[in-house]
Nanobody, 125 residues
């Protein structure tokens, strides 16, 4: 199983970025895929997730209305569109994949056995 995240970079406050994560080696459409982020000295934090099958989406409160998670099953890819970005969005962003998730476990990084390598997002003027 491989997850390859890309799309990070430097963006000004108020700007936009789109992260991508290409997944291989598993039945992508059946898996929940999620984005987490991490800053130095802090725990990995849930950002957004999209369920396999139903494609229901979930967001942490701080990104609701600004970030959108989506997936393209034909391309085995999950996206995170980030708009109206703030300095506090600065972090390394990781994509994760897990099978058989339920609502209460979606937000816990320990639920996800598969991870990408991370992509750095810096929001700064």
């Amino acid at each position: 199983v491989q997850l390859q995240a890309s799309g990070g970079g430097l963006v000004q406050p108020g700007g936009s970025l789109r992260l991508s994560c290409v997944v291989s080696g598993l039945s992508f459409s059946r898996y929940t895929t999620a984005w987490f982020r991490q800053t130095p000295g802090k725990e990995r934090e849930f950002v957004a997730a999209i369920r396999g099958g139903s494609s229901s989406t979930y967001y942490t409160d701080s990104v609701k209305g600004r970030f959108t998670i989506s997936r393209n099953n034909a391309k085995n890819t999950v996206y995170l569109q980030m708009n109206s970005m703030k300095s506090e969005d600065t972090a390394v962003y990781y994509c994760g994949a897990a099978a058989g998730t339920i609502y209460s476990t979606t937000f816990n990084p320990k639920t996800y056995p598969y991870w990408g390598q991370g992509t750095l997002v810096t929001v700064s003027s």
